[in-house]
């Protein structure tokens, strides 16, 4: 879909559909809606007075102009109470109403800024969000399915301003939106992806291909390199698969010789559990494991595209786990890069043990700060649900970038404890550490293990196993892979670029 900035006036958009919006509890509207309502000679009012138009967060009213103005149609907005109103449900609003177009089959719509006007908030924040949740909304994975001769796609979104001195930078804050979104959709693509089709081999060649198409440096480690670096502990979960690993490396350089931001993602493309079988029960949802690695990969193509003043490398260990005669079991021990020594108590704790070669080469790299993403634990559901992910680290100032990243986003997180007494959990009696701790705290004792390989610069460990998957439509989420956190690693880049960490 094209998004596109205008400067003009709403009441004359010739699109097929134009959109305004209304606050709960208001009876005569005013600005762009007022001045629409007058072009429809009080249609609106007349609506809002007979209770046909509360203005309720969500409610969308379709109102057909007759010639009274050039667009067809008017689709009223209901944007709830003032006081509830946010960036969020700006960017969920426009998900919203652009699966509404698509399936009234209008194919191109104008609208204004909502929140801009009376709301009074950030135009820019406002074209962003609206261009942002229009591209994110309006995602679906079908490339497996028979074509549909009834499929209909909706072609462009206008953003319309009265203020000509600001769509210069409506429209530059209108293409960040899209390039971010975009990329989200990209990380969507990857973890929808069956794992017949994703696997470790096709993940590296999909981020290959982005790397050449955006202008990202990219080199892949194949089995015999990775062992040759002593990546034990990745090779142990990769023994079980007859699909041969992959180390993925991407880089952006754009911040002349200061040290890159790390981004390490886990690339787990399905997980059987290995050995450690896991029920049958939600197996279907395990080709996603690879989200964390699949959302920095994504989050490296908007990097490239909006240039910030950075340096940045991302690693993404990528394998399978699976059973066989030649799977790691329990028990098993194995060698990290830094030659720390591991117990397998679980071989479903896999994870931790990819990301601990891979946090390894980031600190030889001389990467800082290290933030590392992963669909790393059940019990981190347990803790937050699927409204937060979980977020891990000893540097507060670390997290304050985190958190204002992920606000900006709309991608909810939440810093869980790391206190001392929690690393026990990890004590092995045979081996300087295992790869499970105790049935409590689980999170925790995983985000303790990734601690151990990243020596003591400024890390994160972002747990996502909550909130990669989606069951249903819901603002910017469609039923599938959520693309978190995509958008926030973006802005914590773009942060980094501007205030670097102290």
Not at 24 to 44: F, H, K, N, Q, S
Not at 329 to 356: F, H, Q, S, W, Y
Request: aromatic content about 6%; glycine content about 12%.
């Amino acid at each position: 879909m094209r998004v596109t900035v205008e400067s003009g006036d709403i009441a004359k958009s010739e699109a097929q559909c134009v959109v305004v919006n209304l606050f709960e509890g208001v009876a005569a509207p005013g600005g762009a809606t007022g001045a629409l309502d007058r072009a429809l000679e009080g249609m609106i009012i007349e609506l809002i007075a007979s209770g046909d138009i509360r203005g309720k967060a969500g409610e969308l009213t379709l109102l057909h102009t007759f010639g009274k103005i050039p667009a067809p149609r008017v689709l009223v907005a209901g944007l709830g109470k003032s006081a509830d109103f946010t960036i969020d449900k700006v960017r969920d609003l426009s998900a919203h109403i652009a699966r509404y177009m698509r399936g009234r089959r209008i194919g191109d719509y104008a609208t204004i800024a909502h929140g801009a006007g009376i709301a009074g908030f950030d135009a820019g924040a406002c074209a962003q969000a609206i261009a942002e949740g229009a591209v994110l909304g309006l995602y679906r994975f079908d490339r497996h399915k028979k074509a549909d001769d009834d499929a209909f796609d909706v072609q462009s979104l206008h953003i319309v301003e009265n203020d000509h001195a600001k769509t210069d930078a409506l429209a530059k804050a209108a293409e960040r939106g899209v390039i971010v979104a975009d990329a989200t959709n990209f990380a969507r693509d990857l973890a929808n992806e069956p794992g017949n089709v994703l696997t470790p081999t096709e993940f590296a060649v999909r981020a290959e291909s982005m790397a050449a198409e955006v202008g990202l440096g990219c080199k892949i480690l194949d089995r015999a390199q990775i062992a040759e670096m002593g990546m034990g502990s990745f090779l142990g979960v990769a023994q079980g698969s007859a699909q041969p690993p992959k180390f993925i490396i991407l880089t952006y350089h754009g911040g002349g010789d200061a040290k890159p931001l790390g981004l390490i993602g886990k690339g787990v493309t399905f997980d059987t559990g290995g050995i450690s079988i896991k029920p049958n029960e939600g197996m279907q949802e395990m080709k996603g494991d690879m989200s964390g690695g699949g959302a920095v990969i994504a989050a490296m193509m908007a990097i490239a595209k909006l240039k910030p003043k950075i340096n940045v490398t991302a690693l993404v260990p990528a394998t399978e786990n699976m059973p066989s005669g030649t799977a790691v079991k329990p028990t098993d021990v194995l060698r990290a890069m830094n030659g720390k020594t591991i117990e397998v108590v679980n071989t479903d704790a896999e994870g931790r043990l990819i990301l601990a070669d891979a946090l390894c080469y980031a600190v030889q790299l001389d990467l800082s700060p290290i933030v590392d993403v992963a669909t790393l634990t059940g019990a981190i559901s347990v803790a937050l649900g699927n409204v937060a992910y979980g977020v891990f680290s000893p540097s507060d100032a670390l997290v304050d970038r985190i958190d204002a990243a992920s606000k900006m986003a709309g991608e909810k997180c939440w810093r869980l404890p790391m206190f001392a007494e929690y690393k026990e959990l990890n004590k092995s009696q045979v081996a300087d550490i295992k790869n499970s701790g105790a049935r409590g705290a689980g999170s925790i004792a995983a985000a303790f293990f990734l601690k151990e390989f990243v020596d003591d610069r400024p890390w994160a460990h972002l747990d996502i196993a909550g909130v990669d998957f989606s069951d249903a439509n819901k603002g910017v989420l469609v039923k599938g892979s959520s693309g978190i956190p995509v958008r926030t690693l973006v802005n914590l880049a773009l942060g980094l670029a501007e205030q670097p960490l102290a």
